[in-house]
Nanobody, 115 residues
Framework: QVQLVESGGGLVQAGGSLRLSCAAS????????VGWFRQAPGNEREFVAA????????YYADSVKGRFTISRDNAKNTVYLQMNSLKPEDPAVYYC????????WGQGTQVTVSS
């Protein structure tokens, strides 16, 4: 199995940027597709972005397309989410998830956007 630890969350003004990191340990990281999800209070967890095992394919929710970029460095066992032009609707706890035959989750990192 794999263990995931997110970091990089914090408070940022609307229009600002943050970069989230998801560091993995355990089983070989390259076997996993990795995604970012977010959950705001009172809402269900929703998909944000995903990246394939080698990083050749990326997918985004319409709400973040053009503003967020997912990438991975398999040598560092880390996936990143670069978030630009943050909006008041982006605050949430952001989770990364690694999927192969099973799905694993990190503990999440809080993103807050001030207007």
């Amino acid at each position: 199995q794999v263990q995931l630890v997110e970091s990089g969350g914090g408070l940022v003004q609307a229009g600002g940027s943050l970069r989230l990191s998801c560091a993995a340990s355990g089983r070989t990281f390259t076997v996993y597709h990795v995604g970012w999800f977010r959950q705001a209070p009172g809402n269900e967890r929703e998909f944000v972005a995903a990246i394939s095992q080698a990083g050749g394919f990326t997918y985004y929710a319409d709400s973040v397309k053009g503003r967020f970029t997912i990438s991975r460095d398999n040598a560092k066992n880390t996936v990143y989410l670069q978030m630009n032009s943050l909006k008041p609707e982006d605050p949430a706890v952001y989770y990364c998830s690694a999927t192969n035959y099973q799905q694993y989750w990190g503990q999440g990192t809080q993103v807050t956007v001030s207007s």
